[in-house]
């Protein structure tokens, strides 16, 4: 176990609704990344929290945002679904002094 | 920019070797190992750091050649656990980049 939870576990949403997802971290890690990963594919890049601040981001579009706590949960939003955002989100901690990063269980989301 | 891993499916018998490379375009500083079983996250295996570092547990190691960029991941005596999708990772200013994957399969 990675110490690492997210809710739901899957969720059904339907074109041009909104959706929030949640993380916890591990307690003592401060960097938290989201990561996209569809059908067949490797996981991609959406961004990542260091302390509440976002300090870095992949190529997703603005609809895309996230929040930090400091209780070390995290949150990922998308406005606006479309059909192509069905994929598994996967949330991952990272351990700062040697760079591991522990992921979630993932959520899965399907748009229709 | 995404590192590319060959092979892209390995199949093995229950007790055979397999190699894993991952080749990047870009220096590397660390290279990431992971594997992932059909509807599971990625679990962490290990991180390789630079200086040509070689890491490893019983029967999976790895190997780290930062003047080539290139990392490979070895897995000696398989066992059908050992299925899955393996993915290696580079940083990027603290993101990680996922490489394409390689699909592996044991069969007793």
């Known amino acids: 176990e990675t110490g690492v939870t997210q809710s739901p576990t899957h969720l059904i949403k339907t074109r041009g609704q909104q959706v929030t997802l949640r993380c916890s971290s591990q307690s003592g890690h401060n960097t938290v990344s989201w990561y996209q990963q569809a059908l067949g594919q490797g996981p991609q890049f959406i961004f990542q929290?260091?302390?509440?601040?976002?300090?870095g981001r992949g190529n997703f579009p603005p609809r895309f945002s996230g929040l930090q706590f400091p209780n070390y949960s995290s949150e990922l939003n998308v406005n606006a679904l479309e059909l192509d955002d069905s994929a598994l989100y996967l949330c991952?901690?990272?351990?700062?002094?040697?760079?591991?990063?522990?992921f979630g269980p993932g959520t899965r989301l399907l748009v229709l | 920019q995404q590192p590319v891993q060959s092979p892209q499916a390995v199949i093995l018998r229950e007790g055979e070797d397999a190699v894993i490379n991952c080749s990047s375009s870009?220096?590397?500083?660390?290279v990431h190992w992971y594997r992932q079983k059909h509807g599971e996250a990625p679990v962490f295996l290990m991180i390789?750091?630079?200086?040509?570092e070689q890491k490893g547990h019983e029967k999976i190691s790895a190997s780290f050649n930062e003047k080539k960029q290139q990392s490979s991941l070895y897995l000696t005596a398989s066992q059908l656990s050992y299925s899955g999708t393996y993915f290696c990772g580079t940083e990027d200013t603290d993101k990680l980049i996922f490489g394409t994957g390689t699909r592996l399969q044991v069969f007793p």
């Open positions: 929290y260091y302390r509440e601040e976002e300090n």
């Open positions: 390789l750091l630079k200086g040509g």
């Open positions: 991952a901690s990272r351990d700062d002094r040697v760079g591991t990063q522990y």
């Open positions: 870009k220096a590397l500083y660390s």
